[in-house]
């Protein structure tokens, strides 16, 4: 009950947010929006970069998949954070494999134990396992990352598993920052909506395993 009104009173809060300072936050728009008519491809590897590196760092990549929205569109945004987010993934999984391996296994994989319980399917059923996992979101998609790391899932399955998986979460995220940039109410709660069935399918899936 407690995280379904925390999860509430952020959407609340980052709507009202939205409503009152959309003049600002379009004014910036319209300043990077300069910047990408005049180097876009360099703005489009600035993005791919910061979201590569957001990755091993932990930092939330959902608002620069947003930015890649508002500013490329649905299309080349959509690109442009679907090769960020491998980019990511990639580095963050091989940092924790290779460097970071007994520090996850000491203290992030105990902050998320259920991932030992998919330990057998991702040794077995990797590439199946990897994209469920991704498509709903049972774990932080930067937390997934390093768990993924330290169990014994090929890279490759996990390379291509991430790259299915996390597909119709991208596109709904850049199609929200689209929807932002045009300021369209019915675009932004199809979008919200999509994002929430991706949440209630998480939800049962958890329940069901």
Known sequence: MLKKVILFTVVAIASIT???????LFSLLQS???EKT???FFVAFI???LKTTAAPLLIPGSPLTLLAGSLFGKFFGFIISVIGNNLGAALAFLLSRYVFYDYVQKNLLNKYPKIKSYSDRLETKGLSTVIVLRLIPLFPFNVLNF????TNIPFRAYLVGTFFGMIPGTF?????GE??????VANILLAILGLGVLIYLGKLYERRF
């Open 38 to 40: 005049e180097m876009p």
């Open 147 to 150: 768990l993924l790391g330290v």
């Open 179 to 184: 929807s932002l940039r045009m300021f369209s």
């Open 172 to 176: 709904l995220f850049v199609y929200f």
């Open 32 to 34: 990077l929006e300069k």
């Open 47 to 49: 993005l791919i970069l």
């Open 18 to 24: 939205i409503f009152i300072y959309h003049a600002e």
